[in-house]
């Protein structure tokens, strides 16, 4: 059976998936999206079929799917692929509660599915560098990791969706924050053991945060301090640095857009810069679902990455409501037992 690719959304994402999709020579089948002036311009772009609604794509014939809707449907749509047998390439989050999450892990067991999670951030050059170094052994003991994004308010250009907690279920932690909590477990190889957070909103109504100061510790004993933050101030640009303090080198690393990432590591009174430029981590992304799907085998991340780093975010949102330190394994134990039963 040929591969016949549909994304579900045309907005944002569903463009970089079908540009990545097209970057790796597969040309997108169909495109569905609610807005038809949507979905037919992103239809025509990559010579696709255009359709209202996912179902409609599938019917259609799309054997694959790349999910790249506002969170409170990407639980819907990963239940129709998986009861068909659909391949799904899901955005991060996968959803946005444990309730969802249980659905999602259960209805992906019986029809046999395993979904692919979009964590961008692993398939950025200078991550994949640092995951190299760090396991290398060239850190020594990584004991301290910094982590500060300053995004744009979210103004009248973005998502009316983004701002509505119904929709997102959180805002710049379950947004861009989740990149980072998935990151950090990637490059240190180690869980998270309890978190500590401060989050604010700007707004009283049903609205989301824009701003959240975290600790997290992990299993290894590094801590992390990460800030996120929607920098109201006009004009303000993208910014996102964090480093990693190891006991003997250090790296800086700038990922303000993913093509333009600054990497330096810093051991033995010397720093090397790392040239990433130009970087695709879409592409690499698609690139590894399209190669689990002809290799028969589970692409990566999957469900487990993306329940353990929903799992944080939730307990980071936790943690701001009652003040208190979450302990990872209590939450789990209360929010995610079957995480503990499959152990
Ligand atoms: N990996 C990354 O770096 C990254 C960056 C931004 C967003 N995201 C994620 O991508 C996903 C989509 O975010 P976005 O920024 O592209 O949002 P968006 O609002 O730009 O796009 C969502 C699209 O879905 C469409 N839509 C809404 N309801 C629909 C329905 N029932 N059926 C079909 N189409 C429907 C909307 O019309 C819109 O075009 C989210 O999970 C988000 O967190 C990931």
Not at 59 to 80: D, K, M, Q, R
Not at 121 to 144: P, Q
Request: charged share 20%; aromatic share 6%; with cysteine.
């Amino acid at each position: 059976m040929s591969l016949q690719v549909g994304i579900a959304g045309a907005g944002l994402m569903g463009r970089a998936h079908a540009e990545a999709y097209a970057r790796n020579g597969v040309q997108v089948f169909a495109v569905a999206d609610t807005d038809p002036e949507r979905a037919e311009a992103l239809a025509e772009t990559y010579g696709a079929r255009a359709f209202a609604r996912l179902e409609d794509m599938v019917a259609a014939g799309a054997n694959a799917i790349s999910i790249c809707l506002p969170h409170n449907l990407h639980l819907p749509a990963v239940l129709y692929c998986a009861e068909r047998g659909v391949p799904v390439l899901i955005e991060k989050p996968h959803c946005t509660t444990a309730a969802e999450a249980w659905v999602i892990r259960k209805a992906c067991r019986e029809h046999r599915q395993a979904p692919m999670v979009g964590f961008t951030h692993r398939f950025l050059r200078s991550t994949i560098e640092l995951k190299r170094r760090l396991e290398s052994g060239e850190f020594g003991l990584v004991e301290l990791v910094t982590d500060c994004l300053v995004a744009k308010s979210l103004g009248p250009s973005a998502p009316a969706w983004y701002g509505d907690r119904a929709a997102a279920g959180g805002g710049i932690v379950m947004m861009g924050g989740i990149h980072t909590v998935d990151r950090l477990r990637w490059l240190l190889g180690s869980e998270v053991t309890a978190v500590h957070a401060v989050c604010r909103q700007a707004d009283a109504g049903e609205g989301v945060e824009h701003l959240a100061v975290v600790l997290l510790e992990f299993a290894s004993g590094a801590c992390a301090c990460l800030a996120a933050y929607r920098s109201p101030a006009p004009g303000h640009e993208r910014r996102h640095r964090y480093q990693i303090f190891g006991t003997q080198a250090s790296a800086a690393c700038g990922i303000d857009e993913f093509d333009r990432q600054q990497l330096s590591i810093s051991a033995g009174g010397a720093t090397a810069i790392i040239e990433c430029s130009g970087d695709d981590p879409v592409s690499a992304e698609v690139g590894e679902f399209l190669a689990s799907l002809r290799e028969g085998r589970e692409p990566r991340p999957g469900l487990d990455d993306a329940e353990i780093a929903l799992a944080i975010v939730l307990a980071i949102y936790e943690s701001a409501r009652t003040g208190n330190r979450v302990l990872l394994t209590d939450f789990m134990t209360r929010y995610f037992p079957w995480r503990l039963e499959d152990q």
